[in-house]
């Protein structure tokens, strides 16, 4: 009887303990389960962001311990003390073979790049299949690595596009100092960008080289920087790209050399100056230097004010808008013909001291043209004007200063010219006072030529002064 009551007993613990012990069992296996695909899931990310993808379905989960011979392998991945960790990654704690699909179809839809999955408790993977889809957060036992490098490669494009914006400041002081954009980024090194941070300067956050493509015979010169992205090809969609031009360091350098010239040329007021500034530097001694504007083309000169400029970005002394100082063109500076020209026999000189002209120009093309500036040269009397009529309506009115041979007005509002449409331009008046009022100039027999915004230029003469009535 003793020994029944004893079996009896062993029978009772053996029936409470056995099945706690199974349970504790499988759940220290879930939890180990768990942590080692908290493991793989990361391992995955870092693999693909070394690599630009995630292994293949025939690399499986042993590329993130074993080198399957990439150049961009940095592994391995996960940190394994096992004397096999290819089983040891490719298997849970039941022993049993984890399912990777590196492009599973998922519902929801799109949520995961890649999915590694364990049958859980029962053993049997439930929840999908290689090919099939994939329900995620179910309510079977299955274990899930939900995969996505969305996150990822964000972070890793915003620190690209912060480097490449310091490239990009690094490519633009070396233009200002060459003129040109640099082939290599070796050539920004030391100088233009701190050496001590080493190969990795030069790399983004895929461990590949940033791309450089200048096109310096562009006007104004441009500069491409580019990543290829998490994919590693180029326009695979991923691509980051910074654009720069050299509008701006061209200005500067420019702006800097032409305050030096212009301090000279005011200073020496007794030397007279060729028309040809490649000579003409020597004489105001800076034979070193300012030779050649921010962009390396030769300065040019406004002989009647004795101005050094630079034709800008464009290089055009015709679109004076962009022109260094603004507005200002060389008055030896030869136009080109456009497609807005002057009517032959319309310009009229008028106005009590002669000093009212007006002119027709014609749209001679078959596509409609827009202009918001224009500018006036000529070479004869010392005048200024403050108002332009565009068809009787003011169109530019500047004072103080008021606008002298060669400097561009701009209009209050942009004229329009449908094909083969005609206005009539008409100034006035022309004074000889450069700041404001002064009495009217007699333009009568001027050669003047008139350059719009758009590139167009025409020339024309004022003709004789047809009346003796007052000026507006």
Same mark, same amino acid.
Request: glycine share 10%.
């Given at each position: 009887?003793?020994?029944?009551?004893?079996?009896?007993?062993?029978?009772?613990?053996?029936?409470?303990?056995?099945?706690?012990?199974?349970?504790?069992?499988?759940?220290?296996?879930?939890?180990?389960?768990?942590?080692?695909?908290?493991?793989?899931?990361?391992?995955?990310?870092?693999?693909?962001?070394?690599?630009?993808?995630? +292994?293949?379905?025939?690399?499986?989960?042993? &590329?993130?311990?074993?080198?399957?011979?990439?150049?961009?392998?940095?592994?391995? !991945?996960?940190?394994?003390?096992?004397?096999?960790?290819?089983?040891?990654?490719?298997?849970?704690?039941?022993?049993?073979?984890?399912?990777?699909?590196?492009?599973?179809?998922?519902?929801?839809?799109?949520?995961?790049?890649?999915?590694?999955?364990?049958? $859980?408790?029962?053993?049997?993977?439930?929840?999908? *299949?290689?090919?099939?889809?994939?329900?995620?957060? $179910?309510?079977?036992?299955?274990?899930?690595?939900?995969?996505?490098?969305?996150?990822?490669?964000?972070?890793?494009?915003?620190?690209?596009?912060?480097?490449?914006?310091?490239?990009?400041?690094?490519?633009?002081?070396?233009?200002?100092?060459?003129?040109?954009?640099? =082939?290599?980024?070796?050539?920004?090194?030391?100088? !233009?960008?701190?050496?001590?941070? $080493?190969?990795?300067?030069?790399?983004?956050?895929?461990?590949?080289?940033?791309?450089?493509?200048?096109?310096?015979?562009?006007?104004?010169? =441009?500069?491409?920087?580019?990543?290829?992205?998490?994919?590693?090809?180029? #326009?695979?969609?991923?691509?980051?790209?910074?654009?720069?031009?050299?509008?701006?360091?061209?200005?500067?350098?420019?702006?800097?050399?032409?305050?030096?010239?212009?301090? &000279?040329? *005011? *200073?020496?007021?007794?030397?007279?100056? %060729?028309?040809?500034?490649?000579?003409?530097?020597?004489?105001?001694?800076?034979?070193?230097?300012?030779?050649?504007?921010?962009?390396?083309?030769?300065?040019?000169?406004?002989?009647?004010?004795?101005?050094?400029?630079?034709?800008?970005?464009? *290089?055009?002394?015709?679109?004076?808008?962009?022109?260094?100082?603004?507005?200002?063109?060389?008055?030896?500076?030869?136009?080109? &013909?456009?497609?807005?020209? !002057?009517?032959?026999?319309?310009?009229? =000189?008028?106005?009590?001291?002669?000093?009212?002209?007006?002119?027709?120009?014609?749209?001679?093309?078959?596509?409609?043209?827009?202009?918001?500036?224009?500018?006036? %040269?000529?070479?004869?009397?010392?005048?200024?004007?403050?108002?332009?009529?565009?068809?009787?309506?003011?169109?530019?009115?500047?004072?103080? +200063?008021?606008?002298?041979?060669?400097?561009?007005?701009?209009?209050?509002?942009?004229?329009?010219?449908?094909? #083969?449409?005609?206005?009539?331009?008409?100034?006035?008046?022309?004074?000889?006072?450069?700041?404001? $009022? #002064?009495?009217?100039?007699?333009? /009568?027999?001027?050669?003047?030529?008139?350059?719009?915004?758009? #590139?167009?230029?025409?020339?024309?003469? %004022?003709?004789?002064? /047809? /009346?003796?009535?007052?000026?507006?």
């Amino acid at each position: 009887m003793g020994v029944i009551a004893v079996l009896a007993v062993l029978a009772i613990l053996a029936g409470v303990i056995t099945p706690m012990y199974f349970r504790q069992l499988m759940a220290a296996r879930e939890r180990a389960t768990v942590t080692e695909l908290q493991e793989i899931e990361a391992g995955l990310v870092a693999f693909f962001e070394d690599v630009g993808r995630f +292994p293949t379905d025939a690399e499986g989960l042993a &590329a993130l311990v074993s080198d399957p011979g990439l150049a961009l392998w940095q592994g391995p !991945y996960l940190n394994l003390e096992h004397e096999e960790p290819t089983a040891q990654v490719s298997t849970d704690a039941w022993n049993l073979g984890y399912l990777y699909d590196r492009d599973p179809v998922t519902v929801p839809a799109d949520a995961a790049e890649a999915l590694v999955v364990s049958g $859980g408790r029962n053993r049997l993977i439930e929840t999908g *299949a290689v090919g099939g889809s994939w329900t995620l957060n $179910g309510t079977d036992d299955d274990l899930q690595a939900v995969i996505s490098a969305v996150q990822s490669n964000r972070e890793n494009t915003a620190v690209a596009t912060t480097e490449m914006e310091r490239l990009g400041a690094a490519a633009q002081a070396y233009f200002r100092d060459h003129e040109a954009y640099p =082939t290599d980024l070796r050539q920004l090194d030391d100088a !233009y960008l701190d050496g001590g941070l $080493g190969a990795d300067t030069w790399k983004d956050q895929w461990n590949r080289i940033y791309v450089l493509n200048p096109d310096n015979a562009a006007t104004p010169a =441009t500069l491409t920087i580019t990543s290829y992205g998490p994919d590693g090809v180029s #326009g695979g969609g991923d691509d980051v790209d910074l654009a720069l031009d050299s509008v701006l360091p061209g200005r500067k350098t420019s702006y800097f050399e032409l305050a030096i010239s212009q301090a &000279a040329v *005011a *200073a020496q007021t007794s030397t007279a100056l %060729t028309g040809d500034w490649t000579v003409d530097r020597v004489s105001f001694d800076l034979a070193e230097m300012l030779e050649a504007d921010g962009w390396g083309r030769p300065y040019e000169e406004k002989m009647s004010t004795r101005t050094i400029l630079s034709g800008g970005p464009d *290089a055009d002394y015709f679109t004076p808008d962009d022109n260094i100082p603004p507005g200002i063109v060389p008055d030896d500076v030869v136009p080109v &013909a456009g497609d807005i020209v !002057y009517e032959e026999g319309t310009a009229e =000189t008028e106005g009590e001291h002669c000093s009212r002209v007006s002119f027709d120009v014609t749209n001679i093309t078959s596509e409609a043209i827009t202009i918001n500036s224009m500018a006036l %040269t000529w070479v004869g009397p010392t005048a200024w004007y403050k108002k332009a009529e565009v068809d009787d309506e003011d169109e530019i009115e500047q004072d103080k +200063p008021q606008l002298g041979s060669g400097d561009s007005g701009h209009f209050d509002n942009s004229v329009t010219l449908a094909a #083969g449409e005609t206005i009539t331009i008409e100034i006035e008046s022309f004074v000889d006072q450069h700041w404001e $009022g #002064g009495d009217g100039v007699d333009m /009568s027999g001027t050669d003047m030529t008139v350059t719009f915004s758009d #590139g167009s230029s025409t020339t024309f003469n %004022t003709g004789s002064c /047809s /009346s003796s009535e007052e000026d507006d």
